[in-house]
């Protein structure tokens, strides 16, 4: 069983940058493929990024490329999303998942374990 707790959030200025982590424990981390999705109040949960187990493949979401990168030190079993310039509709609740393969994990049908959760805002 694979836990995910996520830090990172809080409130920040249009504009601004955020690092988001997510410390994996209870698994091989480097076995995982790994990603970052999202939540506002009243949408569905998307997907924002996923990485490979080497950090060889990448994918991100139209709304958030060329401003978030996804990364990951498997030496430290922790997952990062660094975001630049945020803007209010970066805000949502943000979940780590881990799964089996990377193109799976991006489609969201093929995450295994999910974190619970850190709050971002961007206001105005």
């Known amino acids: 069983q694979v836990q995910l707790v996520e830090s990172g959030g809080g409130l920040v200025q249009a504009g601004g940058s955020l690092r988001l982590s997510c410390a994996a424990s209870g698994g091989i981390f480097s076995s995982y493929a790994m990603g970052w999705f999202r939540q506002a109040p009243g949408n569905e949960r998307e997907f924002v990024a996923a990485i490979s187990w080497s950090g060889g493949t990448i994918y991100y979401a139209d709304s958030v490329k060329g401003r978030f990168t996804i990364s990951r030190d498997n030496a430290k079993n922790t997952l990062y999303l660094q975001m630049n310039s945020l803007n209010p509709e970066d805000t949502a609740a943000y979940y780590c998942?881990?799964?089996?393969?990377?193109?799976?994990?991006?489609?969201?049908?093929?995450?295994?374990?999910w974190g619970k959760g850190t709050l971002v805002t961007v206001s105005s």
């Open positions: 998942a881990a799964g089996r393969n990377t193109a799976a994990v991006r489609g969201g049908n093929g995450v295994d374990y």
